[in-house]
């Protein structure tokens, strides 16, 4: 070794000496790549890069731009703005985006050539599921149209100067606010065009029903390649509230508003693809069975609805935003296999689909929930893609070409911090041997010789799964000193229906063996510390830490996050009301009121002596307040050790503000420090 070579190792050592596990401040560091969006010739892909500002505690997005050869990486627009939605026009001159950087979000059109940008729309309301028209001469865009609120009664004018309270709001329909979004105003969804050059916006669309939306499926509306007709999924039968699951795929006259049904069955339809060639239309749904969980299958018919056929049917995963091969010959698409989610190539003809690459999404949660792809001409793939240590950057892909990563946007950060190695882990199941496959995070610096506590996270849902992806929240234990371990249990997606549907009207049940017995295997390893083991988890996951200290006392502590407790409460005061009673539960808790009873968490409060800690948003409509509420009060009437952290102006998951996700991660290490077996009383 050389002297110089001899210099580079000690100062390449003395690098990795310095880093440091994660900080939770560094929740304001961290950036992650979205909606990536190839150009028609392939060459530049566009991007949303989002990221957070410690000073004004909020998160934000920006268009960043890079070359699929990895060069000319920067920034399209600046700013702590909320820049989003990126769409390539079809000649790639132009580039419509959606900005609130005029005060309100608005369509804008920037030129590629110059840069020069114009604000499209001056809407009421804000936009969103941009589509270019295939002459590139005007957008079509989803817009709410208010109507006429409900009233009962007509109030007296206040006289000259005086101030009176807010007017009472009435409330007439099914669904009245929604998680994430608050009390909703009386509007429909519609589909809109408006020139691309600016100027009024035409509606396309009518009737009191939504439209560009499949129950929890977002369906922007898609052009055909005459321009003649715009194909968006919509639900316009009349009880379309009671249904939440059976939205058709509609062809709109463009000129006209004309409409016509292309699906009719009794099942979601949606995510239209049209082919290059205008003659087939792809797109996904299932048969609804009213099953917890039924894989989302793809579909193809011909463009006026003729001849659908199943492409997936052998291939037991969900499928979701199809896109056919420039050729027109396949369809690429997204599905999710044992917690990944690889693009996948289906031939028209159906069968297996070839894999063309894994590691697909973005974001700080091993959920991966943030996932699309786009493609170009020449048949190159641009996608999101994260793995344990990358939150989130732009890839490519294409026909005989390896993936390649085209940005770093951690880098920086990374290379002075060191994160927890993850591994999988498999475990057999107490109650009937099958096999639980999930992941475990170890502490920077792990040494197997030593003791380590451990924290059981378990995923939401619960019709969902953790993939081999980043998670912050998991990192953050992990550089607390915490092994952490999250599994998929039975119920979770991405492993088939029948294993999904094993907890089918059974949730919370048989999971709790599942989750217990990867704890068990963990354990027989021998570097985890069985004194100190610990468990949280949000949502669904809530529900089960709920369920696991109602059923062993094995935990020193629990964190249940944004639960469901009492499910007669929670399916009457929830935003998705329809949908419990349909699909989770065999009706309504009124003709079920042992089913309800039974699978309520007050039906094992009574057994709990784990010091437990409830937290959520105050203005979560998902699971509301008054859940959480109900297990704290329980536990203290039973004098269990407990607290109720209540978190203002926090929806679902608790994590609008920065500094809210981290008062969330620092509450949860809190109460697992207070009561590790060495603290002080």
């Given amino acids: 070794m050389t002297i110089a070579s001899t210099a580079l190792a000690l100062s390449l050592l003395a690098v990795a000496a310095d880093k440091k596990p994660l900080a939770i401040e560094d929740v304001f560091e961290f950036e992650y790549a979205s909606d990536p969006r190839i150009s028609p010739d392939g060459k530049n892909v566009v991007y949303v890069r989002k990221f957070s500002d410690v000073m004004t505690d909020k998160s934000y ?47 804008h059109v920037r030129f590629m050539d110059t840069g020069e940008t114009m604000a499209v729309t001056r809407l009421p309301h804000p936009p969103s599921a941009i589509a270019w028209s295939p002459d590139g001469k005007s957008l079509a865009f989803v817009a709410p149209v208010p109507h006429e609120p409900a009233k009962v009664a007509d109030m007296p004018s206040p006289p000259p100067g005086a101030k009176w309270a807010e007017p009472a709001r009435v409330v007439d329909s099914l669904v009245y606010r929604f998680d994430g979004v608050g009390y909703l105003p009386p509007a429909f969804m519609h589909v809109f065009v408006v020139p691309a050059e600016g100027g009024t916006p035409r509606q396309v669309t009518s009737g009191n029903f939504h439209h560009g939306s499949a129950g929890f499926v977002d369906s922007p509306p898609v052009f055909t390649p005459d321009g003649k007709t715009i194909l968006v999924s919509a639900s316009r039968r009349p009880d379309w509230e009671y249904e939440p699951l059976d939205p058709e795929i509609y062809a709109f006259g463009v000129e006209d508003g004309s409409v016509k049904a292309l699906t009719h069955r009794r099942g979601p339809d949606a995510e239209p ?134 940005t770093a946007l951690n880098d920086d950060l990374f290379s002075q911090r060191t994160l927890g190695a993850v591994e999988e882990v498999f475990a057999k199941s107490s109650v009937d041997g099958r096999e639980i496959h999930g992941f475990l995070v170890k502490p920077p610096g792990f040494d197997p010789a030593k003791k380590w506590p451990l924290i059981l996270e378990i995923h939401g849902g619960p019709f969902a799964d953790y993939g081999d992806r980043f998670d912050l929240e998991k990192q953050m234990f992990a550089a607390r000193g915490y092994v952490v371990l999250y599994v998929n249990p039975r119920g979770s997606t991405s492993y088939g229906e029948e294993f999904g549907n094993l907890i089918h009207h059974a949730y919370p049940g048989d999971d709790f063996f599942d989750l217990n017995s990867s704890v068990d295997a963990v354990v027989a390893k021998g570097y985890v510390d069985p004194a100190r083991l610990f468990v949280t988890g949000g949502s669904g996951g809530g529900v089960l830490t709920c369920w696991m200290v109602g059923r062993t006392d094995r935990f020193r502590a629990a964190v249940s996050c944004y639960p469901v407790i009492n499910w007669t409460s929670w399916v009457l005061t929830s935003d998705i009301p329809s949908f419990g009673v349909s699909y989770w539960f065999p009706g309504p808790p009124w003709e079920h009121p042992e089913h309800y009873a039974k699978r309520s968490l007050l039906s094992v409060v009574g057994n709990v002596t784990t010091p437990t800690m409830v937290m959520t948003g105050e203005d979560d409509y998902r699971t509301p307040m008054s859940e959480s509420e109900q297990f704290y009060t329980a536990l203290k009437l039973r004098r269990v050790e407990s607290a109720l952290v209540r978190v203002p102006g926090e929806s679902h998951g608790i994590a609008g503000r920065p500094s809210h996700h981290m008062a969330k991660l620092l509450s949860i290490l809190g109460w697992f420090e207070k009561h590790a077996p060495n603290a002080k009383e």
């Avoid at 070359?67 to 000649?91: E, V």
Wanted: with cysteine.
């Fill in 273 to 406: 693809a049209v082919s290059p060639d205008g003659v087939l239309v792809a797109y996904t749904g299932f048969d609804d069975r009213k099953q917890g969980y039924q894989p989302t299958r793809l579909y193809l018919m011909n463009r006026d609805g003729t001849g659908a056929r199943c492409l997936s049917a052998v291939h037991d995963r969900d499928v979701s935003s199809p896109v056919f091969a420039p050729d027109g010959r396949s369809i690429y698409a997204l599905t999710t296999d044992r917690g990944n989610t690889k693009i996948a190539r289906f031939a028209l003809e159906g069968g297996e689909p070839r894999i063309v690459t894994g590691d697909v999404g973005s974001g700080r949660s091993a959920y991966g929930f943030d996932v699309s792809l786009s493609v170009s001409r020449d048949g190159t793939i641009a996608y999101p893609t994260t793995r344990p240590d990358c939150p989130g950057d732009v890839a490519v892909v294409g026909e005989g070409r390896l993936p390649k990563r085209l």
């Fill in 61 to 107: 997005s920006n268009l960043w731009i890079v070359s699929t050869d990895g060069g000319g990486h920067r920034p399209l627009t600046s700013g702590n703005f909320g820049d989003r939605s990126p769409r390539f026009s079809h000649d790639g001159t132009r580039l419509a985006f959606v900005s609130d950087r005029s005060g309100s979000p608005q369509i």
